[in-house]
């Protein structure tokens, strides 16, 4: 995986996707929108401000954004600390044109909140606290500290201080509400994309294992023939060549390496097959494929007809597809994962539907996340048995989400639940009293029509080029 994915994943490195030419441009917008209010200011209402030190604050804003375009490349992307910094700075300028315009008492005072829920869109939580703490500490001192608002006849314009204080109460929590509430549906989008970005990764991965498998597949069956015709071929000569030694074992070395290379061709295509032979399977054997790599370690994993389903009712063939497949694997990985010995893998199936249930015998989803379960990224508290149980692992859920979005694109749909003690199939023996996760797909989704499925699949397409 590439560092940028990696980042990607780890939701590192968001506030480094800002480019500075965005900044400019939201600059220039407020700079437009301060140069005209001072004008309405000054000759619409004709109030009596300290207009030179307004504009100067004003210019300091359009040399800033000079600068910046002219020393800096225009696709820069902006570090922590810069976004941080050109935050504040804006953050700064809006608060001494308020000191030079009435402080709170302009009404103009509540776009101070806006630089910090930028601050919390972009930036880290460290970083947002302490931009947030200095806006509110600026609103706190223009409460008491600030030029006044004055009208052409010197009346001064001023809110009752009841108003006044209710005014900075209102933008204290609109500067906490709005960081807070931004902070959490970013950060929420942010995990959605990266958790998407990570399934898209594991389905591409799969597809390339698949699409090798199909190679090594299509070369193993076009190889066969010739290198039957070698070892053929050699085999004759050895015959012919008994009674010359030299030429005898020059023919024995081709043959034993004819034979070395169809085992080699043998042992590559185990690996896995994509011809229109295993572009559909029998439903067991599909589940039995995802559940292979789980069958070694430790945990009895018992593959299972449901009760009432007539045996004599053939399973369905299906589409062998990686999604299906990858996500299967890794439901049944976090039940091996959890288990205390035991996994169960229930199939059943009906002329509307396909179902699929992987339970196990372990302690099942926490209570409190039952809900949650299938969103990316949530975290529990461990125990030491846990960490004992599965090291290295972080809880965060992403597993469980990738295996949900694989598996409803291929038109499942999926319910997690728990199992209870009173729920056994038999008295002696393990049970399935853990987690239990139903996968269930509309036939028409995922099965082949029966006369589809008995009929002749033609040959083999080539792989595009």
């Known amino acids: 995986m590439s560092d940028f994915s990696a980042e990607l994943i780890s939701g590192r490195g968001r506030s480094n996707w800002i480019r500075l030419r965005t900044i400019i441009l939201v600059r220039w917008i407020a700079i437009v929108g301060q140069v005209i209010a001072l004008i309405v200011a000054q000759q619409v209402f004709q109030l009596e401000l300290e207009y030179g030190l307004c504009y100067l604050a004003v210019g300091i804003s ?89 009208m052409e006849q010197r009346f001064i314009l001023r809110m009752p201080d009841v108003f006044l204080y209710g005014s900075w109460v209102a933008i204290v929590i609109a500067i906490l509400f709005s960081s807070v509430y931004s902070r959490r549906v970013v950060s929420e989008m942010s995990s959605m994309s990266e958790a998407l970005a990570a399934t898209q990764m594991a389905l591409a991965r799969e597809q390339k294992l698949t699409d090798l498998g199909g190679v090594v597949a299509a070369a193993a069956h076009e190889l066969g023939t010739p290198l039957a015709t070698i070892k053929l071929t050699s085999a004759e000569l050895m015959d012919e060549l008994e009674d010359r030694k030299d030429l005898y074992e020059d023919a024995a070395l081709i043959r034993a390496q004819a034979d070395r290379c169809r085992e080699i061709l043998r042992s590559m295509g185990r690996a896995g097959k994509d011809d229109l032979h295993l572009r559909t399977a029998p439903l067991t054997a599909v589940v039995a494929e995802a559940a292979e790599p789980h069958l070694d370690r430790g945990k009895e994993v018992l593959f299972e007809i449901a009760a009432g389903q007539d045996a004599a009712d053939r399973p369905p063939t299906i589409m062998r597809r990686p999604e299906v497949i990858h996500g299967l694997r890794n439901l049944i990985q976090n039940a091996v994962d959890f288990s205390r010995s035991s996994v169960w893998i229930e199939s059943s199936w009906s002329d509307e539907a396909i179902v699929l249930r992987i339970m196990d015998d372990g302690r099942g989803y926490p209570s409190h996340l039952i809900g949650r379960i299938g969103d990316p990224f949530v975290r529990k508290r461990r125990s030491e048995r846990d960490r004992k149980q599965r090291p290295g692992y972080e809880g965060m859920g992403l597993g469980l989400f990738i295996a949900k979005t694989l598996l409803e694109r291929s038109g499942a749909e ?52």
Do not use: C, Y
Request: proline share 9%.
């Open 62 to 150: 359009v040399i800033g954004n000079l600068i910046s375009m002219f020393v800096f490349p225009e696709n820069k992307l902006l570090s922590e600390s810069e976004n941080a910094f050109m935050i504040l700075f804006d953050l700064l300028q809006l608060s001494f044109l308020l000191f030079l315009t009435g402080g709170l008492h302009n009404p103009f005072s509540i776009l101070v909140v806006g630089p910090v829920t930028i601050s919390a869109s972009v930036l880290s939580v460290r970083s947002t606290a302490i931009l947030a703490a200095t806006a509110i500490v600026l609103v706190t001192l223009m409460l008491e500290f600030h030029m006044p608002l004055r």
């Open 414 to 465: 999926l319910s997690f639940a728990n199992g209870s003690d009173g729920s056994p199939q038999s008295t002696d023996g393990p049970r399935p009293s853990g987690a239990i996760v139903e996968v269930s797909w509309p036939r028409e989704e995922i099965a082949l029509a029966p006369d589809t499925a008995l009929g002749p699949l033609g040959l083999n397409p080539q792989f595009p080029t």
